[in-house]
């Protein structure tokens, strides 16, 4: 099993759910999170004062899976988060030694 894990641009999140669910992924985790990568951040004016936003608001995505469909999540977040400018995201894919459902107790790829 995978944990794949996707930080995107906000607004994209719903292109990427529905991409999940059109190929068959039941469920995933989304987070409000901030970060920057070669963006670097960038400055806004307020009130006639210069600042630097450092940190960026992003989406963090996260989706466990049998790994016979890594390739095919992987795709679909690629394709349906894509805008071809900077800041589009990573992915991060681990390996996930154990998943447990806790209310019937099914375990490891019956628990997804």
């Known amino acids: 099993m995978k944990l794949i894990t996707a930080i ?17 992924i ?18 806004e004016l307020y009130r006639g004062a210069e600042y630097v936003i450092d940190f960026l608001p992003k989406a963090k995505i996260e989706v466990a899976v ?22 589009d995201g990573k992915i991060f894919i681990s390996n996930l030694d154990r998943t447990i459902r806790i209310r019937t ?5 019956e628990a997804l």
Do not use: S, Y
């Open 66 to 87: 049998e790994d016979a469909k890594t390739d095919q999540v992987v795709d679909a977040i690629c394709k349906a988060a894509n805008t071809g400018q900077i800041g």
């Open 26 to 43: 039941t469920g995933m985790t989304l987070t409000e999170v901030k970060g920057f990568g070669r963006q670097k951040g960038h400055t």
């Open 8 to 24: 995107i641009k906000p607004f994209k999140t719903d292109d990427v759910r529905e991409a999940l669910t059109e190929i068959g």
């Open 105 to 109: 107790g099914e375990t490891d790829n």
